[in-house]
């Protein structure tokens, strides 16, 4: 049995000197506003894998008027939510991201950020990809106003997967 999910995250900047995207900290002259550390590609990937598995969504699992998540590591989240993915009886297949953002530029930071969703995922570098493309200067994140996030999740239960 196979299952697809789709996930979708935007934070909006304030103040800061980087960006935490895909477990990987990017020098800029912004941060992210958020309640956990902002992570907008690890939140679309967790909304992905939940959306999956039918079980809502990051907000339901772990809401952001509990200080427990307050400052959380993203990385923390997307491995919680990759055991509750195994509880239900699923193993990763493969991700696909994009992460939609003006600016910083992101290509120097995709092998970094595909290899933390491979180790947390617990699957092969070969079962990530992870993009990254501007908004050609149109809408909230080609005004610089913040960074959005899409991924597509594909999840296999075991005996799909041995055949
Ligand atoms: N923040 C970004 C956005 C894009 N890139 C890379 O540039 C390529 C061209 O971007 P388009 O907006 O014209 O699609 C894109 O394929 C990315 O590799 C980037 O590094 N950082
Ligand atoms: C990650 C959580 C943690 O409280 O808060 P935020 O960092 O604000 O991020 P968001 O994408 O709005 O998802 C909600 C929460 O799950």
């Given at each position: 049995?196979?299952?697809?999910g789709?996930?979708f995250?935007?934070?909006r900047?304030g103040?800061g000197d980087?960006l935490?995207?895909g477990?990987v900290?990017?020098p800029?002259d912004?941060g992210?506003?958020?309640?956990?550390?902002g992570?907008?590609?690890?939140?679309?990937?967790?909304?992905?894998l939940?959306g999956a598995c039918?079980?809502g969504?990051?907000?339901r699992?772990?809401p952001?008027?509990?200080?427990?998540?307050a400052?959380a590591?993203s990385r923390d989240?997307?491995?919680r939510v990759?055991a509750?993915?195994t509880?239900?009886g699923y193993?990763?297949?493969?991700l696909?991201?994009?992460?939609?953002?003006?600016?910083p530029?992101l290509a120097?930071?995709?092998?970094?950020?595909?290899g933390?969703?491979?180790a947390?995922?617990?699957?092969?570098s070969?079962a990530v990809n992870?993009?990254?493309?501007?908004?050609?200067?149109l809408?909230?994140?080609?005004?610089?106003?913040?960074?959005?996030?899409?991924a597509?999740?594909?999840?296999?239960?075991?005996?799909a997967a041995h055949?």
């Open positions: 049995m196979m299952r697809i789709h996930g995250d935007v934070h900047f103040e980087h935490m995207i477990g900290a990017i800029f912004h992210f506003v958020a309640h956990s550390d992570d907008v590609l690890l939140h679309a990937v967790c909304d992905a939940l039918a079980l969504d990051i907000g699992h772990f952001d008027t509990d200080p427990a998540w400052g590591d989240l997307l491995r990759v509750v993915v509880e239900a193993r990763v297949g493969n696909d991201a994009t992460v939609m953002a003006q600016a530029k120097p930071h995709v092998a970094a950020m595909a933390h969703l491979a947390d995922l617990g699957v092969s070969g992870v993009k990254a493309t501007t908004t050609e200067r809408g909230f994140t080609g005004r610089g106003e913040g960074i959005a996030a899409e597509v999740v594909l999840l296999v239960a075991p005996e055949g």
